[in-house]
């Protein structure tokens, strides 16, 4: 008799314990946290123009360090002057080869409401004779005034990366000038780029 009373209370203590483990919640993964990073005074110098033919190094950026690329392949997009090449595509003359899957699109909308990546389709590759991200006032993510030699971001341009490995970044160019005048004359330096940007590293369209 008392051994059959141990074997009971055992028996209740495993049952309890069985459906106590089975009662537990499933942990779920930790969403990652995204956040606005800003990059200020990344100089982006040119040599010519004017009538004569531009040429210099194209400055390389890489979304997910978040710093320049001075060696490797691993740059997402590069700055030369007022244009940006993406790491994807065929390299026109004097510019860095494609080795990336790189792709942009220029959305309309303010920072904070582009919180997805627009279709495949919406996405664009740079070309021997065009770029992903279009030059020209007006054309893609500025305005040029030539009464006072101001280039200035269109307000409401997010240009969404597709990164040289595949995942997705937005970036707002908020100034082409050192330091980020509030309102330029056109006599401070320029091509200075600052800009906010959000990656997201896991490779979901969601910002």
Known sequence: MKNFKTILVL??????????????????????????????????????????????????????????????????IAFRSTTILVNGGVAGTDQPARTGIAAASVVTGTFANIITAPTDNLFAQDTATSYAIPTGSGNGWYNYNGATNVVSPIAGK????????????????????????????????????????????NGSKNF
């Open 11 to 76: 028996a209740i203590s495993v049952a309890f314990l069985s459906c106590s483990k089975d009662d537990e919640p499933t942990p779920t993964a930790t969403p990652t946290t995204l956040t606005v990073k800003t990059f200020s005074n990344l100089h982006a110098p040119v040599t010519g123009g004017g009538g004569q033919p531009v040429s210099g190094e194209f400055v390389k950026f890489n979304f997910a360090t978040g710093q320049i690329v001075t060696a490797g392949d691993n740059w997402d």
């Open 158 to 201: 997010v240009i969404v990366i597709k990164t040289h490995d595949g995942k997705y970044a937005k970036m707002e160019i908020l100034s082409y000038y050192q330091n980020a005048p509030a309102n330029p004359t056109g006599t401070e330096p320029s091509r200075y780029y600052k800009f906010n940007y959000v990656y997201q590293p």
